[in-house]
């Protein structure tokens, strides 16, 4: 942790003018591309993700078929030019956590047993990234699973607490998860009141600990909605064929 | 790729609506389909556009990096691209390594760009042997209908004059572009039975016999060709594949000039 | 890995016996299997260590090579963690690259060690940008009954504190310990329909929907977690396991220190 | 582009005393391989290339299978002390695109809809390496592909053309190809008057274009009654027995 | 070679007080590991080995399968902490020839024709090396094929015999291994008198070889005695349950 | 590798013939095939051979360049022996990664040439720790007929007795051999029910119980032996083999040095 940076100023807010528990700007849409059977584009802050689903459709490579379930494939991968460095292209350790912790929160909300022997892939690119990129993959994947038709006890929107300058603070930004103290990726069904995807690392008391999951899943609420209403307006008829204007 | 079938009597349709020079979409043979784009979308990039051609959808990110010359070159910037066919962009596209078709892609933008001199390769030499700018190229395709060649040289040649690097004798100045001029840019046709045709689609490029992509300089001179495809070309489709391309392209590059 | 079918009856019995406070192995929920382990056990290794929990046994060996810091993080040394899930531990695992699953534990392994400042990574460091100290911490997994997550993390903690590395400031002299005092340890919880409990067995972690592992500073504060499976947790799992890890691990830290 | 070497001199003549049309020597036999089902060995210039070709067989992977014909699968490889420095044993992309556009032109000469659900595997190593491989390559393997008894409507003579210090020239050579300024493949089918390998690097004008694309294919010609005479001498009954002496 | 150590004191005693014809402490241990069908545990000097076996089971991928008998997977791998330089996990070339040489001397003694269309996965992990990994894991592996109940002629002892100061030594160790003349690698079928594993790399006159070779076979059927009692000890009605005692 | 499987008349056979002492090409048991060879044939290698034995036929290359020497033998050059059999040899080779019958290979021929010291290794150091001379030797196998141990080591001493490098002291001057004398040579047995004959067709391979690779020197000592095969040798076999081996190499090597 660098000493000398503050990322908390005078007034209580951040390096970024936010205050403790305010998110970043996050815009949603649904619909984005044409082949995939549903997508969606996510910007966060400076993050941009775009999110793709296909399916149910065939298990690719067979062996993996569930007589019982569909099963759900996430890919998450940054794009090349997404970081500070270059990204080489293909799998790494990290991508491929994401990709089994996403594909673990999806599964929870999607009704898998209606589509026995059907995988259901998800694609998450991250074309940006400015810390949360995983909260934001996951955010953007459920509305493309919407989007696509298949069945959810509910969307799952996700987002990060953390820690700087021994304050716990909302939707951790670039800075502060690079010299902050802690970054919480959590994940929340509203309508169940689960979590689906949390983790951690840093460092958080107990209390700290309690402060921060519950200030995360507050937010999840509020992206709940901007996910609603993106599908919405994608479903809409005044945006369908404008006939109704 | 895993292949597509194409239905009978869709090919029967597509050769006679070409007989009567047009097509499905309502285009006539030589005329490119709707291209949008817009450049300096991604923070982390150094150049970056994204770009439509019809339902093609393609983003181009540029990272510019300090790296060490290839010994031949010891004098000379290097440029790497590469192009990546991810099952996201279509249902026939498949994961893992760079498929055959991605690698082609990734090439034949790379020549054109390459062979046309659009990049002064000695500028971005640093220190001989030692340090040079290494222009890295990614060519990420987001929504595949056809034509990607056109559309991803098109969108690279975007982001390159969009690109910014730091002032190696002025660091704490303000960025400057890259050493580059032209706009080098590339016609796809595809032949279908007897017909030549423009900016294919994805289902005219799956019935097509032959691909040819030609690529143009400023001045209209041929910098790389690439054909493709398991049919044939005859000696009157090259010779007049060059002349449209080349009318073409001047059309094409106004266009891109128009909105940088 | 892959999947392995527990019997209807077992899932119903391990239900039953846990509303009872017990499992099948007459543990109640909230206790960890026996643990055994010893350390310096592999003369090659600067470190190492061979620890059972219950039925699952593990290796780690930990060595400590010269190498070239990260450019980001130039006078900083390197920690390296890896696992191996491989065929000889059980009948599920596969050969090849490492699985996800694999990939996982050993960044979660990682993340403990590493968030709570156990290396001081600083004292790794031998000539700034030049040259530091890479540990490599390998978890070997030689027979697999469950809950790798803590096990890998004792393990690879037990062999951190055993490695012995050459004195820079006297190469002739006795070799001398890494820079590390604390003790990282994590507890994993799995919730099986409505009960949570510690340390679980394959077969308890076969039918389990979710997963979670609490890395836990020498203070019994937080420093890494991880959520795993595809079921849920409620907000009172979480906060009620923070509690039970805290205590467990003052337990479970008290047992590997005396025995050293 | 080397402005201090010259590569065509005051008597038009080029680096290697060749006028702007010649050909460099070019040896092809066929049946040169014992296990193969045919086979190819071609020397042109110093560029030494062995081709075999296996089928038609079954097909591996077999989801690469076409019902209706067989497929056309080709391995164009530098061996790893054909070029100047050592070349790391494994496909590169140059390779890949190689293969991938000489399958093309091969699969439209081969009568593959009399085999279908079988593969036409083409193996073409190179073992020294002298500019203008894929066109040896190309010309080798269709040698191989006959002599292995595969229908086809007719052989498949490959031959670039070039520029070098502004005039077209025929089949370019190292050093033009190194320093010179454009290098364009051509595969011709002499029975049809059909294109089937068309690729170009470098500057050419429209009417040199022209030129060289008629300098190129007029090449093929020839190279074409080189091919016939490889595989007429592989198969006269003089070779076979020797008992018409 | 290092001519400035002496590998043979004057009163005949090698680097580590051995006498020329000496094994190095051998322990063997059986059944050591609770999934595996069988294992053993070796170690042989500095060397510690694990052996597990699996099978015989369903042969992944099933294209290997071989209709008349079992097949023989050998797996060699040396743990990353394992050699004096910390060793990137993964295959290499040197484990591959080791692993094919092992399943080769295996399948000599295995009733493989009992066990058509199976697969018997032999996994041998060599946790310390100190010079003769090859034949501490396949004497640990034919234990653990024996610990699975897997039918075979004889269990498979192996010992190296070597050169170092021009003498002929028993089981080559570390030093003389590295900075020796000569290495020869045995496993040896004491039922049978047949030998099934044999390398040799070093210098050696036929005499030398003669020795050398006689030396190995001598060690094998020590190390067999040694094979036997582990076996025994496994399964002595003692060590099952104490009620004998 | 995939399996070929021998008709059982075919193997009757060849058993009946063994005990006449012939083969089914006429041979006696203890005689080798047709050999041939030239060599200097690649214009781009520093050394190479084209050797055919009967139906066997490769073409090795030498590559010698400068590199770095390994740490632990700062003074000495670096000799990289590679083989691969290539679907182009045999029905039976696949594509892809190297076999492990391939490296076999490769690592047996290795071991005869390194473990000879036919190449003086410090000869090959240009600047200790910096700069050593590296051979790369690379087998290529054409037509697979048997044998190729043999085959493979005969053609790779070839070419490196071909083989011809920069004079470092005269780098204007002519180029100069490898710093190599001798000529290592190796023989193969394959033992076919109680019979031992020598280099084995392909045929003969499929159907032996037990292999059996002796490296000579040029003194008749022997410096590298392999078996193969999971059919079993006995203690005579193996004497009798090193004296048959002696004799054989004697004539191989006179062979190829009368004609080098």
Request: aromatic share 4%; net charge negative; hydrophobic share 40%.
């Amino acid at each position: 942790m660098n000493e000398k940076i503050r990322l908390i100023n005078d007034d209580g807010l951040r390096v970024d003018g936010r205050k403790p528990d305010e998110l970043r700007p996050i815009k949603i849409e649904a619909g984005v591309l044409d082949n995939a059977d549903g997508s969606a584009y996510v910007e966060w802050g400076n993050n941009k993700v775009i999110a793709a689903v296909y399916g149910p459709r065939e298990v690719q490579p067979k062996y993996l078929q569930n007589s019982a379930k569909a099963i759900v494939q996430v890919n998450y991968n940054m794009a090349a030019f997404s970081g500070d460095d270059r990204i080489r292209p293909g799998p790494n350790r990290r991508a491929t956590e994401i990709s089994k912790i996403t594909a673990e929160a999806l599964e929870n909300v999607i009704l898998t047993n209606q589509f026995p022997r059907t995988s259901i892939d998800v694609f998450i690119e991250i074309l940006e990234a400015d810390a949360g990129t995983r909260c934001a993959g996951l955010t953007a994947a459920s509305v493309a699973v919407a989007d696509a038709g298949i069945p959810m006890i509910d969307l799952v929107p996700s987002c990060a607490a953390g820690k700087a300058d021994d304050q716990v603070v909302l939707d951790v930004g670039k800075l502060e998860d690079n010299i902050g103290q802690a970054d919480l990726p959590v994940a929340y069904v509203p309508r169940t009141g689960e979590i689906v995807l949390l983790q951690m690392d840093g460092h958080l008391t107990r209390d700290e600990f309690e402060k921060a999951l519950n200030m995360a899943i507050e937010a999840c609420k509020d992206i709940h909605a901007l996910q609603q209403e993106a599908l919405k307006s994608r479903y809409s008829p005044q945006k369908e064929g404008g006939d109704a204007e | 790729m895993k292949r597509t079938v194409i239905p009978e009597i869709k090919k029967e349709l597509i050769h006679k609506l070409a007989t009567e020079d047009t097509r499905e979409d309502g285009r006539s043979l030589l005329q490119f389909r709707e291209l949008k784009f817009e450049t300096g979308i991604i923070g982390t990039a150094n150049g970056s556009s994204r770009l439509s051609l019809g339902g093609t959808e393609i983003i181009v990110g540029v990272k510019v990096q300090v790296g060490t010359p290839y010994p031949d070159k010891p004098d000379q910037g290097v440029l790497m691209t590469g192009c990546e066919l991810k099952p996201m962009a279509h249902p026939s596209f498949q994961g893992g390594a760079p498929s055959e078709e991605a690698i082609e892609i990734a090439r034949v933008v790379d020549r054109g760009i390459r062979e046309s001199g659009m990049i002064d390769m000695h500028k971005l030499c640093i220190e001989p042997e030692k340090k040079v700018w290494m222009i890295y190229l990614d060519i990420q395709v987001l929504n595949y209908d056809g034509n990607l060649f056109d559309a991803a040289t098109m969108a690279g040649v975007l982001a390159l004059h969009n690109a910014r690097i730091l002032d190696i004798n002025n660091p704490e100045g303000e960025k400057v572009p890259l050493p580059i001029t032209s706009w080098p840019l590339t016609v796809t046709f595809v032949k279908i039975k007897d017909s030549i045709m423009v900016d294919p689609t994805f289902t005219e490029e799956r019935i097509a016999n032959a691909r040819l992509t030609i690529s143009m300089d400023d001045n209209g001179d041929i910098r790389a060709m690439q054909k493709g495809l398991n049919g044939a070309l005859i000696y009157d489709d090259a010779i007049r594949a060059m002349d449209t391309a080349r009318e073409l392209t001047f059309d094409l590059r106004a266009r891109l000039q128009n909105n940088p």
